[in-house]
């Protein structure tokens, strides 16, 4: 059973900064293919930032590419999300999640099979 655990929502102001979490215990993020999500409501779920960690190349949807950074620490098991100059439309819950794609599948795809709970972003202007 593949268990990822998200942490590090909240709320905070427009311009603001916040690190999202992804522990993915005994999976890792080692090797296949983790990203993050976010769902508004009423939206659908949507993908902002991808990694391959086999080779290290991440992708990132326009709307957060040069604001949101994925990265993994391998030694923690830790997918993060840093997530700068935070705007409302940014308010959302965010969920992990956790694919042996390879390299050519990698992406900005949502048909991952393993996801995460989510945590909840809110930007206040």
């Known amino acids: 059973q593949v268990e990822l655990v998200e942490s590090g929502g909240g709320s905070a102001m427009t311009g603001g900064s916040l690190r999202l979490s992804c522990y993915a215990g005994r999976y890792g993020v080692s090797s296949g293919c983790m990203g993050w999500f976010r769902q508004r409501p009423g939206d659908e779920r949507e993908a902002v930032a991808v990694?391959?960690?086999?080779?290290?190349?991440?992708y990132y949807s326009d709307s957060v590419k040069g604001r949101f950074t994925i990265s993994p620490d391998k030694a923690a098991n830790t997918l993060y999300l840093q997530i700068a100059s935070l705007k409302p439309e940014d308010t959302a819950m965010y969920y992990c999640a956790a694919g042996r794609l390879s390299q050519d599948s990698c992406g900005l795809r949502t048909d991952f099979a393993y996801w995460g709970q989510g945590t909840q972003v809110v930007v206040s202007s």
């Open positions: 990694l391959s960690l086999d080779y290290g190349i991440p």
